[in-house]
């Protein structure tokens, strides 16, 4: 089943400009990651935040967990068309987890140069 | 540096096929999944291995089987290959415990026909 939901699907800007993600989650959790995808290949792991964590930072990308709301954000800041891909969040169930994360249907980020 | 290798990039299978998809992992993690991608539908579970010869199943395991009788191989069979397994199937491998953090392997998209 699907727990996370993002949001844009997809998400069209300039080269320089920002780009924001938001992931929706249902249960509590151990914590949440984020993944990129390039057209056509496997998942690489960006980011984790723990759930006791609010902001975390990784050169150009900042994530923000917000328990009481159940949601998490993802900020690439000065895009580059080299960042175009699938992003995705996962989440890691909070009780008897031995591993698996539940990951949302992504969003699509074309950077234009 | 952690690797994870699916044994195809593309594969053409007839309907009615036996497939095996192998995936061999070098970090010696515990944790091995399958899963298929599908446009609009994100990344869905089929099987999950916690250990040599242990299984479960995921949110969509019809159709399909597993095989771990190595740490570092997870197999996934279609016993007979449908027209809707067509899909994008992707491996990946985690630790048992801590982060939760999943490594991916490259992909295998098949094509059923």
């Known amino acids: 089943s699907q727990q996370g939901e993002e949001d844009p699907q997809a998400l069209s800007i300039q080269e320089g400009e920002n780009a924001t993600m938001n992931c929706s989650y249902k249960t509590s959790i151990n914590n949440l990651q984020w993944y990129r995808q390039n057209s056509g290949r496997g998942l690489v792991h960006l980011i984790l935040i723990r759930s006791n964590e609010r902001e975390k930072h990784s050169g150009r990308l900042r994530v923000t967990l917000d328990t009481s709301k159940k949601s998490s954000s993802l900020l690439i800041t000065a895009s580059r068309a080299a960042d175009t891909a699938s992003y995705f969040c996962a989440t890691a169930h909070r009780s008897g987890n031995t591993g698996k994360l539940i990951f949302g249907q992504g969003t699509t980020l074309q950077v234009k140069p | 540096d952690v690797k994870v290798t699916q044994s195809s990039r593309y594969l053409v299978k007839r309907t009615g096929e036996k497939v095996f998809l192998e995936c061999v992992q070098d970090m010696d993690h515990e944790n091995m999944f399958w899963y298929r991608q599908d446009p609009g539908l994100g990344l869905r579970l089929i099987y999950f291995s916690y250990d040599v010869k242990m299984k479960e199943k995921g949110d969509i395991p019809e159709g399909y089987s597993v095989s771990r009788e190595k740490k570092e191989r997870f197999s996934l069979i279609l016993e007979s290959a449908s027209t809707n397994q067509t899909s994008m199937y992707l491996c990946?491998?985690?630790?048992?415990?801590?982060?939760?953090?999943?490594?991916f392997g490259p992909g295998t998209r098949l094509t059923v026909t």
């Open positions: 990946a491998s985690s630790l048992r415990t801590g982060r939760y953090e999943q490594y």
